[in-house]
């Protein structure tokens, strides 16, 4: 029970906190917020990193051979990949670019869901293993959640939902990491052997995320410049290290 306590706490953090954080930036004005989001896209950049090679990899590897804890890792990369083909989960932190969510606003939440009890299910995964390991992933999941909100928040806006009601709908998606973590606490006790093929999947997921859908943006983006976003990103790996 602790430690369901706990995974529950910690995916609260990072989804909920997320949903939360990113919401309180709508109610800045537009050119602030447009400043302070690539910022938090370069420190999230550097989290993901971190936590995936740092943390959950060296984690994985403990108690796996190579070679399998590498082919489960592409396979979380490869999941991601198809999930967000299928339109099925998809980050989207420019409500300009974001033809698919303009078109479909409910998507948001469906997809919202599913990606928050999947960080709530990795968050458990590293209480399992070590407290200190669920700290530093609430913290990887939290940061790259307020940039991702604050474009689905903003999407729901333009499809003509009001403040409350957007808010509302991302809170109650963000509550399915809560179901995530209960999951995955659960089944580790049923099934302990999987859980550094988890810890490995999400090293896939964590570096799928970073590399292929924040540092694009970064490059689009000119709000932070190249040298800063440098810094914010090894500032983000440091956090993790030091954790």
């Known amino acids: 029970m602790r430690l369901l306590g706990i995974a529950v706490a910690l995916s609260i953090l990072g989804s909920l906190g ?12 537009e050119t602030l917020r447009m400043r302070m989001v690539p910022w ?4 999230a950049v550097g989290t993901l990193v971190g936590v995936a090679l740092v943390a959950l990899v060296p984690e994985a590897l403990a ?4 070679r399998p804890a590498m ?11 198809v999930l967000e083909k299928a339109v099925i989960w998809r980050h989207c932190h420019d409500d300009e670019a974001c033809h698919v969510h ?3 606003a409910s998507l948001v939440i469906i997809g919202d869901a599913f990606h928050t009890f999947v960080d709530g299910a990795v968050i458990a995964a590293a209480v399992v293993t070590s407290i200190p390991l669920g700290l530093t992933t609430a913290l990887a999941v939290a940061t790259h ?4 909100e604050v474009g689905d928040v903003a999407i729901l806006l333009r499809a003509g939902y009001s403040r409350m009601r957007a808010f509302t709908l991302n809170v109650l998606a963000g509550a399915g990491g809560i179901l995530g973590a ?3 606490v659960l089944a580790s006790r049923l099934l302990p052997q999987v859980l550094p093929y988890v810890l490995a999947f ?7 995320v970073a590399m292929a859908d924040l540092i694009p943006d970064l490059h689009r983006g000119n709000a932070v410049g190249g040298g800063r976003q440098f810094l914010l990103i090894g500032a983000g790996i440091v956090t993790i290290a030091l954790l």
């Open 40 to 43: 938090l896209i370069s420190y």
């Open 71 to 81: 082919l489960t890792m592409a396979g979380g990369i490869l999941s991601f990949f």
């Open 18 to 29: 997320g949903v939360i954080v990113a919401s309180s930036f709508l109610l800045l004005g």
């Open 145 to 148: 959640e307020i940039p991702q």
């Open 202 to 208: 999400a090293a896939g997921n964590f570096l799928y």
């Open 182 to 184: 209960a999951v995955m």
């Open 63 to 66: 108690e796996l051979p190579a």
């Open 102 to 104: 303009n078109t479909a």
